[in-house]
């Protein structure tokens, strides 16, 4: 592909941790309702509560915390003690306020995407907390732009290029969805690079569209970074 013109990236778990945090409390969860269900009795009923709830909550931590409020309301028919509750919302205060864990090699990776083309967040969730991560990440310098979206569409890809003067067919995306980061970004006609990451929550779980000739995989940003160098050489 012709070097782009805008780099677009995913925020969590492209450049720091975030789903590893997620199972965490989720584990913290499952124990503080194993009086009413199993583990995986509580994953399925969260799950679906999620799901019910995303077109209202959004994504999130805060909107997380909500489904489990009401997942733990629902298993045990509203007899839940005041102590689980205050403890889970406890959980999603933690979640909130824990420290943000670049990446190994990511902001050695985003200073050499940025001498190849500007870089733009394109991240979904809570405004407040995803602004806030970003600027503990000690990672704002290196973008020009910062797009926080309720959803990642085509059109979320096509408008959000084009705020910065760039069509989708020089645009490239890259993160760690396929269902977020990388189907929608073909579809408005970028490229789009899959930087995988080990935990994949199960509302972002898709089959990679790997015979698409605009989509590639990398192993990390610093891989993807190697493989633009050597196209623009």
């Known amino acids: 592909m012709n070097t782009p013109k805008i780099i677009g990236l995913d925020a969590d778990d492209t450049l720091w941790h975030n789903e590893t945090l997620f199972r965490l409390t989720h584990d913290r969860f499952n124990t503080l309702l194993a009086p009413w269900a199993d583990a995986a009795q509580v994953e399925d009923a969260l799950a679906a ?11 999130g931590a805060k909107g997380f915390t909500l489904s489990m409020l009401e997942t733990a309301l629902e298993l045990s ?14 959980s999603g205060r933690e979640l909130m306020r824990h420290p943000v864990e670049p990446l190994p ?18 991240t979904k969730g809570d ?5 806030s991560k970003l600027a503990a990440s000690g990672l704002g310098a290196f973008f020009s732009g ?3 979206v309720s959803e990642k ?11 910065h003067g760039v069509a989708p067919h020089d645009a490239l995306m890259a993160g760690n969805s396929v269902r ?3 189907l929608p ?3 408005a006609g970028c490229a789009a690079v899959l930087i995988p990451y080990p935990l994949v929550w199960a509302h972002e779980a898709a089959q990679a569209p790997a015979d698409h000739p605009r989509y590639r995989q990398c192993d990390s940003l610093a891989e993807m970074a190697d493989w633009l160098a050597g196209d623009a050489a």
């Open 153 to 163: 569409t085509t059109d979320t890809y096509r408008r959000a290029f084009s705020r």
């Open 77 to 90: 028919d509203a007899r839940v003690p005041a102590t689980v509750l205050a403890e889970i919302l406890n």
């Open 105 to 122: 090699g990511v902001p050695e990776a985003l200073e050499r995407l940025a001498t190849v083309a500007p870089l733009v967040l394109i």
């Open 127 to 131: 405004m407040f907390h995803q602004e």
């Open 180 to 182: 977020s980061d990388i």
């Open 146 to 148: 910062v797009e926080v």
């Open 49 to 59: 509560v999620e799901r019910r709830n995303l077109g209202t909550y959004g994504y």
């Open 185 to 187: 970004a073909l579809d």
